[in-house]
């Protein structure tokens, strides 16, 4: 059984770092998609991170480039989205998600802000920055 467990979330000051972390037991890193999305209040989901073994792509929203790091240990078999320099507008639910396998590359799974081509989903982690 695939699933994503996310942690790290919380809260922080405005300039500070928050790591988010997504547990996935029931499949290797090896052939995927791994991608973060947030759902701020009142707002639709949006793609804020990106990876895909199928080309090798990274995507980042314009609105962390520079700030956010998305990666993988694939020892731990957990994948990570490190955030620095935060801002209040990043405060949002956090959610991890994998395609599996990873059938195109980001440019594909970030069409959309919703995350259709993904398959499996953590149930989301919060992050509140305050000014």
């Known amino acids: 059984e695939v699933q994503l467990v996310e942690s790290g979330g919380g809260l922080a000051q405005a300039g500070g770092s928050l790591r988010l972390s997504c547990a996935a037991s029931?499949?290797?890193?090896?052939?995927?998609?791994i991608a973060w999305y947030r759902q701020a209040p009142g707002k639709e989901r949006e793609g804020v991170s990106c990876?895909?073994?199928?080309?090798?792509?990274?995507w980042y929203d314009d609105s962390v480039k520079g700030r956010f790091t998305i990666s993988t240990d694939n020892a731990k078999n957990t994948m990570y989205l490190q955030m620095n320099t935060l801002k209040p507008e990043d405060t949002a639910i956090y959610y991890c998600?994998?395609?599996?396998?990873?059938?195109?590359?980001?440019?594909?799974?970030?069409?959309?802000?919703?995350?259709?081509?993904?398959?499996?989903w953590g149930k989301g982690s919060p992050v509140t920055v305050s000014s």
């Open positions: 998600a994998v395609d599996l396998p990873a059938i195109d590359g980001c440019s594909y799974y970030m069409e959309d802000g919703a995350g259709f081509g993904m398959d499996y």
């Open positions: 029931g499949f290797r890193f090896d052939d995927t998609a």
């Open positions: 990876f895909s073994s199928s080309d090798g792509s990274t």
